[in-house]
T-cell receptor, first 115, second 116 residues
Framework: DVKVTQSSRYLVKRTGEKVFLECVQD?????MFWYRQDPGLGLRLIYF???????EKGDIPEGYSVSREKKERFSLILESASTNQTSMYLC??????????????FGPGTRLTVT | AQKVTQAQTEISVVEKEDVTLDCVYE???????LFWYKQPPSGELVFLIR??????QNEISGRYSWNFQKSTSSFNFTITASQVVDSAVYFC?????????????FGTGTQLKVEL
């Protein structure tokens, strides 16, 4: 079974802090994704990565950056956390190839609160 | 641009009732995949089904069935004889088969509550 794990289920940080959210997958997937989930807005893509050291902006990248130094690990970074970044953050991974039909596998999510 | 609309924000039913979750999509792509995911209270999205735009056959899996109608751009999900364990948020999603990478466009989700 595919396993996607996220470093924390719940996180509370202060405004202005630098925040790291870690995601690890164990299925050798090339593609990895970071979403945020907010009530009434569904899931919105922040960043994704097709390979090590590669990253592309999603729909809402402002205020975030990412790092992918190893294939299995994809980190989301909030350089200076703000209260409007309080949200549920979901990581996902999938098999490669634009034509591939493979679905995305999701981690359990990190509920981040910025005070 | 792609868009997925789940107009039902929240649905409440009594156990054993049938319930249909609606999904309407917009895309300029001629070939695409449609998905349904379930998000139980634990938070992790669970994949339920993938359907490609070539195949309009309806699918049934146990108490779950899906109705894909390309003419109305809809991909509705029906749960027959609902159970309390079906309580979750359900998301419909779309992605092109070619181009656009592996990115999914999600709807806003439908919260289903099944009560005894």
């Amino acid at each position: 079974d595919v396993k996607v794990t996220q470093s924390s289920r719940y996180l509370v940080k202060r405004t202005g802090e630098k925040v790291f959210l870690e995601c690890v997958q164990d299925m050798d997937h090339e593609n990895m994704f970071w979403y945020r989930q907010d009530p009434g807005l569904g899931l919105r893509l922040i960043y994704f990565s097709y390979d090590v050291k590669m990253k592309e902006k999603g729909d809402i990248p402002e205020g975030y950056s990412v790092s992918r130094e190893k294939k299995e690990r994809f980190s989301l970074i909030l350089e200076s956390a703000s209260t409007n970044q309080t949200s549920m953050y979901l990581c996902a991974s999938s098999s490669p190839g634009q034509g591939a039909k493979y679905e995305q596998y999701f981690g359990p999510g990190t509920r981040l609160t910025v005070t | 641009a792609q868009k997925v609309t789940q107009a039902q924000t929240e649905i409440s039913v009594v156990e054993k009732e049938d319930v249909t979750l609606d999904c309407v999509y917009e895309t300029r792509d001629t070939t695409y995949y449609l998905f349904w995911y379930k998000q139980p209270p634990s938070g992790e999205l669970v994949f339920l089904i993938r359907r490609n735009s070539f195949d309009e056959q309806n699918e049934i899996s146990g108490r779950y069935s899906w109705n894909f109608q390309k003419s109305t751009s809809s991909f509705n999900f029906t749960i027959t004889a609902s159970q309390v364990v079906d309580s979750a948020v359900y998301f419909c999603a779309l992605r092109p088969i070619t181009g656009g990478g592996n990115k999914l466009t999600f709807g806003t989700g439908t919260q289903l509550k099944v009560e005894l």
